[in-house]
């Protein structure tokens, strides 16, 4: 069954490091997502990702925060200088033309 | 922004009893989905529900869309062990196939022998 990759599965990184977190779509879906998860908390819209450029962005996707598919496949979040509260499970999740959001095993970003 | 919240937040049941969540919002959703979480690990959807009023099942699972589009519930028939998670419901907007979920708060369930 086709599935979301994630990679890294786990980064612990010092804090105004850069880090990039690493996803493969399902190869036909066209929709990208990246969301997060405090421990404990519900899970966060961070950004959409259509026809290469952001569909949507929430407020926590602020200028720290960029996007990029630099292939067909890969799908990338980097976060430029990494703060404490950055720390959390970053899921990707790509969705076809039914709209329904299939999610990675997430990747744990641990900031110090 | 829009607000999900579901209910009960937690809940212990023994094994073999059926459980019922449900989920309200103060914005009208064009879908509602229900994703089981276990730890550690990415949400997977279990239902989708695409118009008002639809009742769909999937195994032991059924959900609704509330005629208001406001509103969703989730039953689990007969739990095992294995339905133990945190289950969200989740709405998604009127944008369009690419908008965004809005996720609720959660039910996390705990199932005893």
């Known amino acids: 069954e086709p599935e979301v990759t994630q990679t890294p599965s786990h980064q612990v990184t010092q804090m105004g490091q850069e880090v990039i977190l690493r996803c493969v779509p399902i190869?036909?879906?066209?929709?990208f997502y990246w969301y997060r998860q405090i421990l404990g908390q519900k899970v966060e819209f961070l950004v959409s990702?259509?026809?290469?450029?952001?569909?949507?962005k929430s407020e926590i996707f602020d200028d720290q925060f960029s996007v990029e598919r630099p292939d067909g496949s890969n799908f990338t979040l980097k976060i430029r200088s990494t703060k404490l509260e950055d720390s959390a499970m970053y899921f990707c999740?790509?969705?076809?033309?039914?709209?329904?959001?299939?999610f990675g095993e997430g990747s744990r970003l641990t900031v110090l | 922004g829009q607000q999900l919240n579901q209910s009960p937040q937690s809940m212990f049941i023994q094994e073999g009893e059926d459980v019922s969540m449900n989920c309200t919002s103060s914005s009208i959703f064009n879908t509602w989905l229900w994703y089981k979480q276990d730890p550690g690990e990415g949400p997977v959807l279990l239902i989708a529900l695409y118009k008002a009023g639809e009742l769909t099942s999937n195994g032991r699972l059924t959900a609704q869309f509330g005629i208001t589009r406001k509103d969703s519930f989730l039953n689990i028939s007969a739990s095992i062990p294995s339905d133990v998670g945190i289950y969200f419901c989740a709405g998604q907007g009127l944008d369009g196939t690419a908008s965004k979920l809005t996720f609720g708060t959660g039910t996390r369930l705990q199932v005893t022998l």
């Open positions: 999740a790509s969705s076809g033309l039914t709209g329904e959001l299939f």
């Open positions: 990702f259509y026809n290469n450029e952001i569909s949507e």
């Open positions: 190869s036909n879906h066209l929709y």
